[in-house]
């Protein structure tokens, strides 16, 4: 198993990846193409950090976070709002779905309290599950974010996901509090110190 940060070529299989086993958050229900673009700009961005694990070359589970939510987002808006746009008009485009895209992009900025650095997602293909590659993706993730300099990140998930709970809580993520996105949907927020 190879455990490297992401070239922007990974960006699709980490989309697909992302689609298929974490087929309920509000992210998995933007198209494929959609997704490939937010972590291409994560990918590029100052203060992204992809890491994927590979086997024989295919990518099989990856973690991507950024030093600031706030200046991603206004990276990723800057770079490909035409692109996303367009995307989402021909796939997806629906009120209640540009709704939930401004709720997901805007909560930091209402949520002033937090870390802005943040683990945005992470995911191991179902077949490679259960046998440690999530914690080696997490200790390259906590080397690179102790690159730029973070000493502080949070996570968000949803009360669903129990694997990922069981996850971050091993792995030594302190909860902060409960919070409401999309609709009251109820999401953890967990942070991690950097020592
Ligand atoms: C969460 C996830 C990334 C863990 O990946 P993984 O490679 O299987 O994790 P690891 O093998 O490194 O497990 C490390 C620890 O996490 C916990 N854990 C992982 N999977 C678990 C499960 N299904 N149930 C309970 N605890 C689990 C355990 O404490 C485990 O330590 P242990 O094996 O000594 O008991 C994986 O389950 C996944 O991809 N889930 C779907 C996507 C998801 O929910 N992502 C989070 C979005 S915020």
């Known amino acids: 198993m190879n455990i ?3 070239q922007k070529s990974d960006a699709l299989a980490v989309a ?3 689609k298929t086993e974490i087929g309920k958050g509000f992210l998995s229900s933007l198209p494929v193409t959609f997704l490939e673009k937010l972590y291409v700009a994560m990918i590029e961005s100052d203060g992204g950090v992809c890491v994927v694990a590979k086997e024989n070359n295919i990518v099989v589970g990856f973690i991507m976070g950024t030093a600031s939510v706030k200046s991603f987002y206004a990276f990723f808006l800057k770079r490909y709002s035409v692109q996303a746009t367009c995307i989402l008009f021909l796939k997806v485009f629906n009120v209640s779905q540009l709704k ?3 709720e997901t ?3 930091p900025v209402k949520e002033k309290s937090l870390p802005p650095a943040e683990l945005l997602t992470m995911a191991v293909v179902k077949e490679f599950q259960g046998k440690g590659i999530a ?3 997490f200790l390259e993730f906590v080397q690179a974010m102790k690159k730029k300099n973070v000493t502080e990140f949070k996570v968000l998930v949803g009360e669903e996901l129990l694997p990922a ?4 809580e091993k792995a030594g993520f302190v909860f902060l509090k409960n919070i409401n996105i999309h609709n009251n949907k109820k999401t953890r927020v967990y942070v991690y110190t950097i020592f």
């Open 100 to 102: 939930k895209i401004f």
């Open 165 to 168: 709970i069981r996850f971050y």
């Open 4 to 6: 490297v940060l992401a």
């Open 16 to 18: 697909k990846i992302h």
């Open 105 to 107: 992009l805007f909560y």
């Open 135 to 137: 914690s080696q993706l």
